[in-house]
């Protein structure tokens, strides 16, 4: 009877959550009719966090997992969306040449993996992790979450610019991805436009593809491989053709591809949630970039300013009076990627909350010339991530997994610990989990997997430092009981 009383409040909250939703996205539209890109922001954030709730999805858990009990579920999962997204992305860049992106590869890519690395198996969760997470009601990753945006914004204000003048400009290979390097770069600080074939080619099948199935075989071989063929050794030396034979089972290629097999399909969930993802943020690409066409706009802060992208009067969706926002950049523009994005818009609502306390956070390149300061309400990028956490709310009610969960000291101090290194490892390396490697390297972007290459190597240290603390802590404790049986 508790049981189905608490089910029927789970629906009854979550169908709250999305009449929130709902509430807010009508007194939206009512403002003004433009305002359907943020609503659309917010309810693709809602899809994105019911996504990965269900799946799991977090790269910190990938990571850790692997590491720490060999079991490499998760890792699979993010490999094998990463390749369908690469498909779709495809073939939407050979549709919206605009939105196709290509990074620059240098060592501060590496590091800012690193450091990114050694944060998320210390906080427990990557930012689209945390973000999740949090939405389950765990407030040791809206811990995580907050000194990551904290610490982000702080040294975007700080030290960035520094960095950046002395590590990045000048030392980098700029505009580079597969397809470029195969069919020809970036002439006259223009990107030529490519064809599907052509961004299937170098981008998908080569950077995001091939890479990842040698991936997947290295993590077979490493840790699959040994467990499953004792495993199907000793099934098999009870058969009958084994008995004949003397006993002895030999294993074929044909074993080999079982095992492989074993290792794809025990990942079902994660792999179906990340290339549900995959087809959630095309169809993201193409509506934003519908309403932009619509309403004449290439960045929503050319809205918040009132500068029509056309040079025209405002039209007539828009709100009405120029300077609607004054936390534009000085280029009218805001944190606006149109596609699927962590850690910036976060780093943006720190700035601004920073900013309105009196402390001026404008005066550097990440806020004052690109990304801006908006009220959260005005942040397109921030409306996703307050999406995705209500969308992970919504799922975890309806599979009653929403629990409350209240930090440790410990975990506390290892939750704001791992946020900072986050946050500035995702300002060093120029993006997150998402933003430095996932969606760059379904792009073609080979510093994707260079940022994939240093968050490894830090998820590995800082899998074997909490080892040895909590084998540390263990001993300790041993050491404090008594042990002593009367007979």
Known sequence: ???????????????????FLAIISILYYMSAPVYLYVIAYMWFGFVYGILQQYGRFCFASAWRDLIMVKVPRMFVGIMIGLM??????????SIYPDKYVVDSIGFHVLLGGLLFGLGMVLAGGCATGSLYKTGEGNMISLVVLLTL?????????????SFTANFITGHTWNNVSLTTLLFGGVTDGKIPQYSFAQHLLGDSLINAILVSILLLIAVY????????????????STTAAATADGGTVKMGFKDELAGFWSMISASKRTTIAAILIGIVAAAQIFTLAWIQNRDDFTNFGQVLAGKPASGGPIPSSWP????????????????????????????????WTINSAGINMKDNNYFGAVNGLPKPWNSPALLLSFGLILGATFKSLLAREFKWKFPTRELAIYAVIGGTLMGVGARVGLGCNIGAFYGPAA????????????????????AQAVNYLANKKMAKQMESMDFDIEL
């Open 84 to 93: 369908t997204l690469s498909i779709i992305n495809a073939y939407v860049v």
């Open 443 to 462: 792009f073609g972007n080979p510093s994707g997997w260079i940022f994939f290459i240093g968050m490894g190597l830090g998820a590995f240290l800082s």
């Open 149 to 161: 945006s904290f610490s982000q914004a702080i040294f975007a204000a700080t030290l960035m610019d």
């Open 221 to 236: 071989i490493i840790w699959v491989r040994k467990p499953f063929i004792k495993r199907r050794t000793q099934a098999l």
């Open 320 to 351: 009405q009076g120029a300077n609607v926002d004054s936390g534009v950049s000085k280029n009218n523009t805001v944190f606006d990627p149109g596609y699927w994005y962590i850690t910036t818009q976060e780093a943006m609502l720190a700035g």
């Open 1 to 19: 009877m508790a049981e189905a009383a608490k089910k029927s409040r789970n629906k009854i909250y979550a169908a709250g959550v999305v009449g």
